[in-house]
């Protein structure tokens, strides 16, 4: 199987994943149920999750308990967007071609379905819980039980601070305020801040959560840490050098956005050869460390160099 | 001391309690920091976690594990109100005479400063996992680290769900819709949907996260839900009848707002009459089920009563 047909199947299973993990769509409520399942619908690459799972996978980590995390990641991407798109926020009518979730059930329903979203995503971690509870007592084992729950305890932070004021939302406040129609010129320290926070943080968390479920060591741990770093600061550069080169078509929304918005980016602070050779820079580090991990990632290394060569 | 002094030492302990756990108002994304800890300011009562820890008390509880659930309820409680108030929800300006949090910070901060709450309650429950797993480390013993970590989880649990679209957020859901201009008046059903998921899921996952924590049984449990839940829904049949008979001054905001806003309430559907015959019988009920628990809750007692009998 080539790595596109290998990367659609994924995508499937994790769409198929979702679709168990969001809640049945009945009751008075009904409407942020549809919201909600609608929101995650229109999101897109899964790329969160696929990280998560593929790290989870190379320190050879074989259980269902990452799903529920994998879920959980999603729905917070999820959630992001949704308040992104909001009229008080970017004001987006479409995302990926499609009415955005306040477009189709309004401003009000827009809020509720991303704090929903972002509930149920911690909802959905104890569910895990409830997995390794139900193992506790299959088992019998108090000291593998106190393990298997630790990790999931750590798993579960690290989901909860990097979405929070200090890891995604933390950057979304800066980025809105340096968006501010009165706002001063982004500073390179805030676009840093911006990228490394709006961006960078619930990439870092997946593959972290990943590695933590899976039990790899603090040195692989910190390893991790660097490599998703490294891939979350090259994937948004290349989205600043798509914006300028690419084709509407190609990308599937207006090119030079950002520089109609006067948006400083990247692309602005570094001229474009600078910024593609940082790319070329980031990339290269990132999976030449995953390759001195020592383990089996050959999907993995395929999907970092494809977000990096990908054209839109 | 008497009953109103006792209250106010408590709230004062819980403000204390919620400054530590809110982050420090420092970097870059220092609004949301300062708008964070404003709107928790401004929310009053402190109703939630004082149950929460009468509860825990009276099971036995007497760790300080319970106060990240305190702070982080607290947060949760707060972070809807934010939401609440938005232009785009009730567009309110004041609450509790003071300037609400968009008015201050504006409409896109509003939004994100309550993503920051609720994310930040999951981040601080995360410290209550710390100090689990902290003692575990200390005593070695894993059964009985086991037993605090189920503990911890299921508190997790309750409270995630309760804050979820099958409880708080649910509730709010169906308000809004039946708010909305071209909506039918509300049928008996959703109004009762609203009050038991709106305002009662929170107070009733405070009750339980305190016996759940405490270790009580299932049996102690199931009492503590039905308490929780007529005392909230006495709790809100007491605010409808107070912004029927109230006055400005006493109240603080508007009376007769509902009939002004043409909502529907319990009194609408049931008369003054009857309703204030519901609020003594629903609170004397639960007093006499948390005496029937047989466990030392004279404070608990006192305020169900003083709820019920306040005059704002």
Chains 1, 2 share one sequence.
Do not use: W
């Not at 004001?91 to 955005?100: E, H, I, P, Q, V």
């Not at 190609?250 to 520089?259: A, F, M, Q, R």
């Not at 948006?263 to 001195?292: I, N, P």
């Amino acid at each position: 199987m080539n790595f596109e047909n290998e990367m659609q199947s994924r995508v499937d299973a994790i769409n198929q994943l979702l679709k168990c993990y969001l809640p049945e769509q009945e009751g008075l409520q009904k409407t942020v149920l549809e919201a909600m399942s609608y929101s995650v619908d229109v999101g897109g690459k899964r790329l969160r999750p696929m990280f998560m799972q593929e790290t989870y996978r190379m320190f050879g980590g074989t259980d269902s308990i990452v799903e529920p995390f994998m879920a959980a990641m999603e729905m917070i991407h999820t959630y992001s967007l949704v308040h992104d798109d909001l009229p008080a926020m970017d004001n987006d009518m479409y995302r990926r071609g499609k009415l955005t979730t306040h477009a189709v059930y309004g401003e009000a329903m827009g809020i509720l379905t991303g704090d929903a979203l972002l509930n149920c995503a911690f909802e959905t971690v104890a569910k895990a819980f409830d997995m390794a509870m139900q193992r506790e007592q299959e088992t019998e084992d108090k000291t593998r039980a106190c393990e298997v729950y630790r990790r999931i305890m750590r798993a579960y932070r690290t989901l909860a601070v990097r979405a929070g004021i200090f890891g995604m939302i933390g950057g979304q406040v800066v980025d809105v305020e340096s968006d501010a129609k009165d706002a001063k010129p982004i500073s390179r320290e805030k676009l840093d801040f911006i990228y490394e926070l709006k961006t960078g943080a619930l990439l870092e968390a997946s593959m972290e959560i990943g590695a933590i479920l899976a039990g790899a060591s603090e040195e692989e741990l910190a390893v991790i840490s660097e490599i998703a770093s490294k891939v979350g600061l090259a994937f948004q550069i290349q989205d600043d050098i798509l914006d300028v080169t690419s084709t509407l078509e190609v990308l599937g929304k207006p090119i030079g956005s950002d520089e109609k918005n006067n948006k400083s980016t990247y692309v602005t602070f570094e001229g474009l050869d600078k910024s593609r050779a940082d790319v070329k820079r980031l990339s290269e580090e990132a999976v030449s460390q995953l390759d001195g991990l020592g383990r089996e990632c050959t999907f993995l290394r395929e999907l970092i160099l494809f977000l990096i060569h990908r054209i839109k």
